[in-house]
């Protein structure tokens, strides 16, 4: 039941940065000489070299990827000098900084995977150009909009998710390693200077806070389980424009599957796994709640529960974002499908209410006219544009034969030209902006402290 080497191995290329950061602490300290902090390091690099090359792994017995990694030490250093790193620091805060230093690393990578799919996204809309489909509200038609504007839809909170990311990376931004077991250290090891090496520019100001809180793996989790949210609806939207009744979209062949029954079916099986392993990524966030709420000052075993859900959150948020890139940047988008003209619905109803209004009409009357209107476009099988002018005349007497340009689609999304409007002129702007707010955001992440690089790739 305590064994955790099933997915804290993971953590093992951190671990032995700690350790030669502690081990140096160590020496500066007076607590190994100048000899053995030289045979620490040459065994310590051993010790990575096996570990990468799967030389040595964890075996039953072990029950954490720190005591693996104990032994793995003692094997190589000997006893004498290998117990010696035991000194001044407990596992409590060695773990409570690994999965900081594991997220840090892969919150970087993921950054970029959002920053890299916002990006596809945007080239998409500018691709759109002018091409116009009905916007929805309730799944029903609503008003026309630009293709690239419902695109970019998806595009801000994906920029927001990375905006995330970096506030969280402040906070998460100090070690805890040096709080020992909870209470600090005895020994005059100097935690600022093993912070430094571990990529922090800090040490967490309360040692009992540093072991004990989980908060940042928490909020870590949330900010994924929102940009798996973004990703489900964006999922849902694929899945939906790529149906045989939409065919907006036709998804490469790469990213849909046959069915081994039905010899016609492409699926986006995809699609519908990035929306399901959501799922998952939001299992991971209230597991871990769960497992914090109501524990007792310090560390706690149930503490060990954090990393799996964590560790796999990041994992399958960073496979869903290369996908989904990839799924998006392959698509072909049906122009004619998405036409609003002679669509169903009827999209131009707010803007004979509109028509109405600008000539003095109370906008509730103008509401109850074309609402009339409609009714009698129903009657008739056809749209508002479809309706004779004498009928138009027949429901207001404020109609005039200039009804038609309220009529007409493009003239529509010409027409909202406010800030973030469908407008082609309003949504040319928002993309500069988008542009810019890319380039900020790269920014922002290279400005953040550097974290430790492994150079072993995603772990
Ligand atoms: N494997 C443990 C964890 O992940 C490390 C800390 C163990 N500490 C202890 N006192 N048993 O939380």
């Known amino acids: 039941l305590s064994k955790s080497t099933q997915f804290d191995w993971r953590l093992a290329d951190d671990d032995i940065a700690g350790s030669r950061a502690h081990a140096r602490a160590l020496g500066r300290a007076g607590l190994l000489t100048a000899d053995e902090l030289q045979r620490m390091e040459d065994a310590l690099d051993e010790l990575q070299r096996r570990v990468d090359s799967?030389?040595?792994?964890?075996?039953?017995?072990?029950?954490?990827?720190?005591?693996?990694?104990?032994?793995?030490?003692?094997?190589?250093?000997?006893d004498e000098l290998g117990g010696k790193l035991r000194a001044g620091r407990s596992r409590n805060d060695q773990i409570a900084a690994l999965i900081r230093m594991w997220l840090r690393r892969h919150s970087r990578i993921i950054a970029k995977m959002l920053l890299g799919l916002a990006a596809t996204l945007i080239e998409q809309s500018e691709k759109a150009g002018r091409t116009v489909m009905p916007g929805r509200t309730h799944m029903q038609h609503a008003q026309p909009v630009l293709l690239a504007h419902q695109l970019m839809a998806h595009v801000w909170p994906l920029l927001r998710d990375v905006e995330r990311l970096a506030d969280w990376d402040k906070r998460i931004d100090a070690s805890p390693y040096g709080s020992g077991a909870l209470a600090g250290n005895t020994l005059g090891l100097e935690p600022v200077a093993v912070a430094r090496e571990l990529g922090f520019s800090k040490v967490t100001a309360n040692s009992i806070d540093g072991t004990?809180?989980?908060?940042?793996?928490?909020?870590?989790?949330?900010?994924?389980?929102?940009?798996?949210?973004?990703?489900?609806?964006?999922?849902?939207?694929?899945?939906?424009?790529?149906?045989?009744?939409?065919?907006?979209?036709?998804?490469?062949?790469?990213?849909?599957?046959?069915?081994?029954?039905?010899?016609?079916?492409?699926?986006?099986?995809?699609?519908e796994l990035i929306r399901g392993k959501s799922g998952r990524v939001y299992g991971n966030l209230v597991q871990l709640l769960v497992t914090m709420k109501g524990l007792p000052l310090a560390y706690n075993k149930d503490l060990q529960e954090d990393k799996e859900g964590a560790l796999d959150t990041a994992h399958t948020l960073m496979q869903c974002l290369s996908v989904m890139a990839g799924m998006i940047s392959t698509w072909t988008v049906n122009e004619d499908a998405m036409a609003c003209?002679?669509?169903?619905?009827?999209?131009?109803?707010?803007?004979?209410?509109?028509?109405?209004?600008?000539?003095?009409?109370?906008?509730?009357?103008?509401?109850?006219?074309v609402g009339h209107l409609v009714l009698m476009c129903e009657k008739r099988s056809c749209n508002l544009e479809d309706l004779p002018f004498e009928v138009f005349q027949e429901a207001s007497p404020l109609f005039e034969h200039d009804i038609t340009e309220a009529l007409d689609i493009p003239s529509i999304v010409a027409a909202r030209t406010t800030e973030g409007g469908t407008a082609p002129a309003a949504v040319a702007v928002q993309l500069e902006r988008a542009e810019a707010q890319l380039v900020a955001d790269e920014g922002v992440f290279g400005s953040l402290t550097k974290v430790v690089e492994m150079g072993h790739g995603a772990k």
């Open 54 to 78: 799967g030389a040595f792994a964890p075996i039953e017995d072990d029950e954490d990827e720190a005591t693996a990694l104990e032994r793995g030490l003692l094997q190589i250093a000997g």
């Open 212 to 271: 004990a809180s989980r908060d940042l793996v928490a909020e870590f989790a949330f900010i994924a389980a929102m940009a798996g949210v973004d990703l489900s609806r964006l999922s849902e939207e694929i899945i939906i424009w790529n149906t045989q009744e939409f065919a907006f979209v036709r998804l490469d062949d790469a990213y849909s599957t046959g069915s081994s029954i039905m010899p016609q079916k492409k699926n986006p099986d995809f699609a």
């Open 341 to 369: 003209e002679g669509g169903v619905g009827h999209l131009a109803a707010t803007d004979v209410a509109d028509y109405l209004a600008k000539r003095g009409l109370p906008f509730r009357e103008a509401h109850a006219v």
